[in-house]
């Protein structure tokens, strides 16, 4: 690991402070510049003007869940295509057309997968 192109964005999109700023950091140590969001809301503004080779998704939030962002990523053209990985804390209910990763995170494994697609 830690091969990440300069240019590679990772967009963090969770509402819990420590598991967004924990993931902030293993990004960032490898090399990935890394934007945030608190909820799926902020996200849009933020892919307004940002391209990420990636997306990880919490599925529970306020203001505009997991669902509702991923809904709106499927129906923009422009954003369609932004891999998109889900982090969330249940394992049931999940969507079956994205990686999915259960909380606690195994950050070796999510590693590998942000590193095949960036």
């Given at each position: 690991m830690g091969t990440a192109a300069a240019h590679s964005v990772v967009l963090v999109v969770e509402d819990e402070e420590e598991s967004r700023e924990t993931l902030r950091e293993l990004?960032?140590?490898?090399?990935?510049?890394?934007?945030t969001?608190?909820?799926g809301s902020e996200a849009?503004?933020?892919?307004?003007?940002?391209e990420p080779c990636i997306?990880?998704?919490d599925l529970f939030m306020p203001v505009?869940?997991?669902?509702?962002?991923?809904d709106r990523l499927r129906s923009d053209g422009r954003l369609a295509n932004i891999k998109v990985v889900v982090t969330t804390s249940?394992?049931?209910?999940?969507p079956s057309?994205?990686?999915?990763?259960?909380?606690?995170?195994d950050l070796d494994h999510l590693m590998r997968t942000i590193?095949?697609?960036c």
């Open positions: 990004l960032e140590l490898e090399g990935y510049e890394v934007q969001a608190v909820n849009l503004a933020k892919l307004s003007h940002l997306i990880l998704l505009m869940d997991g669902w509702q962002l991923l249940a394992a049931e209910n999940t057309d994205v990686p999915v990763f259960v909380k606690p995170l590193d095949a697609v």
